[in-house]
């Protein structure tokens, strides 16, 4: 099994910045696509960034594109999403997600979320006016 818990969600100012941490267990990390989704109340969970096994692809949804960066660190079996320049709209429970399948497979992240098997309990991000 794996374990994927995040942190660094919490309240902050439009404007403002968070950076999430998603450190993951039970498996080989290195091996595998990561991926950040949100979900506000009454919406489907969205695809926001993937990052491929060795960090080398990144995907960003169109509207975190130039003030959200996601990267990863395998030596800490953690993946990170630095949020800057936060908006009303970026209010959501963030999840991180592990691929079903290793890069052999799989070696371009999706953005799908039914690519992913696993995911975290998700940590609320609230912005404020």
């Known amino acids: 099994q794996v374990q994927l818990v995040e942190s660094g969600g919490g309240l902050v100012q439009a404007g403002g910045s968070l950076r999430l941490s998603c450190a993951a267990s039970?498996?080989?990390?290195?091996?595998?696509?990561m991926g950040w989704f949100r979900q506000a109340p009454g919406t489907e969970r969205d695809f926001v960034a993937a990052i491929s096994w060795s960090g080398s692809i990144l995907y960003y949804e169109d509207s975190v594109k130039g003030r959200f960066t996601i990267s990863r660190d395998n030596a800490k079996n953690t993946v990170y999403l630095q949020m800057n320049s936060l908006k009303l709209e970026d209010t959501a429970v963030y999840y991180c997600?592990?691929?079903?399948?290793?890069?052999?497979?799989?070696?371009?992240?999706?953005?799908?979320?039914?690519?992913?098997?696993?995911w975290g309990q998700g940590t609320q991000v609230t912005v404020s006016s």
């Open positions: 039970g498996r080989t990390f290195s091996s595998y696509a």
């Open positions: 997600a592990a691929d079903k399948f290793s890069g052999v497979s799989r070696p371009v992240p999706s953005r799908t979320p039914n690519d992913y098997n696993y």
